[in-house]
């Protein structure tokens, strides 16, 4: 078992920068932490994710250059920094965890809303 938990949401205007955290912790080996975000009337969609070992990142094409996802191996912490924040960034945020054994992102936090204000 695996229990992620995000923090730091807010509103912000376009332009600006916010700084998400994931914190993960629990027995099972953990292989990926990913964000995602849903907005109003949409599905959800694949933000950034980031291996357990810190050395493999990848980006939904709309972020990159924007967005920043890291690892702080002390804390067992997922940061995903935001920069020149869009409307279209406005969404729910949420964090998940990929552990050994399965290829799915199988836990999930409760989300943190961003809303980005033109």
């Known amino acids: 078992q695996v229990q992620v938990a995000e923090s730091g949401g807010g509103l912000v205007q376009a332009g600006g920068s916010l700084r998400l955290s994931c914190a993960a912790s629990?027995?099972?080996?953990?292989?990926?932490v990913g964000w995602f975000r849903q907005a109003p009337g949409k599905e959800r969609e694949f933000v950034a994710r980031?291996?357990?070992?810190?050395?493999?990142?990848y980006y939904r094409d709309s972020v990159k250059g924007r967005f920043t996802i890291s690892r702080d191996n002390a804390k067992n912490t997922v940061f995903l920094q935001m920069n020149s924040l869009k409307p279209e960034d406005t969404a729910v945020y949420y964090c998940?965890?990929?552990?050994?054994?399965?290829?799915?992102?199988?836990?999930w936090g409760q989300g943190t809303q961003v809303t980005v204000s033109s």
């Open positions: 998940a965890a990929e552990v050994s054994g399965s290829s799915e992102f199988d836990y």
């Open positions: 629990g027995r099972a080996i953990i292989n990926y």
């Open positions: 980031i291996s357990w070992t810190g050395d493999s990142t």
